[in-house]
């Protein structure tokens, strides 16, 4: 039983990722009193792309071919280590912890970036050189709140830091981990491409950096690095939701009742999240690339303040 929820969080992950970009767009083009596209849109962009010719620029090495599987891998991976669907650890959720999951999601960026510049397109290493930025400034934040959480939990894997949010209502008014939660929600938006700079209601120089980084790449390679997008947004909402702010609703037993509740409750809490990421692009201005520091610069702080206050502070607010 638990190999076959195993399997359905990464069926979770291949069919609802896509949907929480559409609902975005689709939120934000409602917000902005335009029609815009279907919230399914994304599906029919797979569609369209998995049947396109595949082609590769002259410069293509082994490096650019294997980018896009691997990064499609990766992203699997992840879904096996994070608790989507249940309270307990499945059969491979012992395999890595938080840290092993970043490190996969954080080498599948590498790649990417090393792929664009190998491309030789002007486009592809302006997208890579902003994204290596983004990565310094992102990083060791990203460090800072998972020291935060570990030191809260006194673990690194996703399911004891879920179980110890949800221990009692002093756990989860920790000072350190409202600081955490929060500084994590903006890395958020920087990682999944809505702040502070990107924009995608258009095809702006000035706002590229995840469409630059892949514009050499075309039919099913192009899918497969699209669809990971998708994916590696799904994996942050969930680890946001399901460890950070609402580790609730999940199975804490077998059988098919545990399974619906908790599909569902997975459904509202990322459309949910979809919905608010959505609001929150439409109500801030973006910044210049050059200002990325200032935000990020928050961020930072608040993970370092999550850290000191485990270790000096501690009761609920």
């Known amino acids: 039983m638990k190999v076959l929820w195993q399997a359905l969080q990464v069926v979770d992950l291949l069919l609802l990722a896509p949907l929480i970009s559409g609902v975005i767009a689709w939120v934000v083009a409602r917000i902005e009193s335009k029609q815009g596209v ?9 569609v369209k792309l998995f049947g396109k010719e595949r082609l590769l620029p002259g410069r293509a090495g082994w490096l650019y071919l294997m980018t896009p599987p691997f990064v499609f891998t990766a992203m699997i991976s992840v879904a096996v280590l994070i608790p989507i669907l249940t309270t307990y650890p499945l059969p491979l959720g012992w395999m890595g912890d938080m840290l092993g999951g970043a490190f996969l999601l954080s080498l599948a960026g590498v790649l990417v970036q ?17 994204a290596s930025v983004l990565t310094v400034l992102t990083e060791p934040t990203l460090i800072l709140v998972l020291v935060a ?27 350190a981990h409202v600081l955490a939660t929060v500084a994590f929600f903006l890395l958020l938006l920087v ?13 702006s120089e000035v706002a590229m950096i995840d469409e630059a980084r892949l514009v050499e790449y075309a039919g099913g390679d192009l899918a497969l690095l699209t669809w990971s997008g998708h994916m590696k947004q799904f994996l942050l909402y969930v680890i946001f939701l399901d460890v ?4 609730w609703g999940m199975a804490s037993g077998p059988g098919w009742v545990p399974f619906l509740v908790a599909e569902g409750s997975l459904v509202v809490k990322v459309l949910g999240l979809a ?15 050059w200002r990325y520091s200032e935000y990020l610069g928050l961020a930072f702080l608040l993970a370092v303040l999550a850290v000191v206050t485990s270790q000096v502070g501690g009761g609920a607010i």
């Open 38 to 46: 279907s919230a399914l849109q994304p599906y029919f962009d797979l």
């Open 114 to 130: 090393l792929a664009a510049f190998e491309s030789g397109n002007s486009y592809g290493g302006l997208g890579a050189s902003r």
């Open 149 to 175: 959480v570990a030191l809260e939990a006194h673990s690194t894997y996703p399911y004891v830091v879920g179980a110890t949010i949800r221990s009692g209502i002093g756990a989860y008014l920790e000072p």
């Open 191 to 203: 990682d999944t491409g809505r702040l502070p700079v990107h924009n995608h209601g258009g095809h």
């Open 244 to 247: 950070l702010l609402v580790p």
């Open 275 to 289: 919905v608010i990421v959505a609001l929150v692009e439409t109500a801030l201005a973006r910044l210049r690339f």
